[in-house]
């Protein structure tokens, strides 16, 4: 976990005089004068020079920036929590497995398939899309107000917003996530079904005075509760399923293997490894490394009480390597611990 910490106070940029070059101003800088510095010290016109140079961002008054509640990819703490929406008890999709969507009329999977593109590709925000859902239904409408619909055609249950526009295609992203919810004193973590559950706010773990949620009435006299710390969390197993759902993706993690690594293998030595080496072939890549090959497949990690340790186990005895798998995959987790803040009064440590 990453403790938190406050950046130092009064932390302004100066871009100096012209009698004096930056090294003198840096070192005629101290601490204490550093701390004093206020808004005096830098005119406007030093500020329009800084945003006149290439290469810096435009200034605030020219930005187009999108307000954080309609930005597609934005989710409030309290709608992380809320019930599934209404969308759910659409009857929809087919015996295929494929997303509602696909049972619905081609006028209206486009659509969908547009706003959807709109929103994750070129920044439309919710009401955007809104409105060219509405436009669409109208559209629509009006074209059969003389002429028979379609027996397919479903206006009445028409995909509004974005989110249930996701649930129809099956790209909504929080169907991936699991939304914890954690103690901010002692980050003990909750499931999201406990949190209408708890009687009390308090957390539950011994001497512990975190409070887990606020509270709220909403206009039709129900509780609304907003988690203090949220911890996403993604199935690892869906992740690679859409992973490797993408075109192209399942033959690129297997462009590595030559023609004597398709098929079962057992696993092989340091020596043999070091014995099929070309001497004059550089070793370019993780695969072509001796791990690689004798990583064994049908193993098991246990915890081992006894000896206080972990240990791997041979339950399936295949004798064969990993790798050689139909879908031997080898994921690997990297930590990379550095001091990422220069102006911290405290150690800061980043992975």
């Known amino acids: ?60 008054d020219d930005s187009d920036e999108i307000p954080l509640l309609e930005d597609p990819l934005f989710r409030s703490r309290a709608a992380m929590f809320e019930p599934e929406d209404a969308d759910e008890d659409y009857e929809g999709g087919d015996d295929a497995g494929l997303p509602p969507a696909f049972s619905e009329h081609p006028a209206l999977r486009n659509a969908y398939i547009h706003v959807f593109v709109d929103a994750a590709y070129r920044g439309a925000t919710h009401e955007s899309v809104k409105s060219s859902l509405t436009s669409t239904h109208s559209t629509i409408r009006t074209m059969l107000a003389e002429t028979p619909a379609p027996e397919d055609l479903d206006l009445a249950h028409m995909a509004r917003t974005l989110r ?11 169907k991936l996530l699991t939304y914890y919810f954690l103690c901010p004193k002692c980050w003990q ?44 969390s993604a199935s690892l197993i869906k992740a690679l399923q859409l992973f490797l759902m993408r075109p192209g993706k399942w033959e690129e993690v297997h462009a590595w293997m030559k023609d004597h690594d398709r098929g079962p293998a057992p ?14 072939l550089p070793l370019e890549d993780i695969t072509d490394g ?12 246990f915890w081992d009480s006894d000896r206080k340790k972990l240990v791997d186990v041979d339950v399936k005895r295949l004798n064969q390597r990993h790798v050689s798998l139909e879908c031997g995959l080898v994921l690997q ?17 980043l992975g």
């Open 164 to 174: 249930t526009v996701e649930n129809r295609l099956g790209v909504n992203p929080d």
């Open 1 to 60: 976990m990453i403790p938190s910490t406050s950046s130092p106070s009064n932390f302004k940029s100066s871009f100096g005089s012209d009698s004096e070059s930056d090294e003198d101003h840096a070192e005629s800088t101290t601490s204490s004068e550093f701390n004093s510095i206020t808004n005096d010290d830098f005119p406007e016109a030093a500020y329009d020079d800084l945003a006149d140079r290439p290469g810096l961002p435009e200034s605030d």
């Open 290 to 301: 001796w791990f690689w090959r004798f990583i064994p497949a049908g193993f098991e990690r």
């Open 189 to 232: 973590v909750y499931h999201p079904s406990c949190l209408y559950q708890l009687e009390t706010a308090s957390c539950t773990f011994p001497n512990c005075s975190g409070i887990l949620y606020t509270s709220k009435r909403t206009t039709s006299r129900s509780e609304k509760r907003t988690p203090a710390k949220v911890m996403p």
């Open 333 to 349: 987790i990297n930590l990379d611990w550095s001091v990422h803040f220069k102006f911290v009064t405290k150690f800061y440590l």
């Open 267 to 280: 696993t092989i030595s340091r020596a043999q490894w070091l014995n099929s080496l070309d001497p004059h």
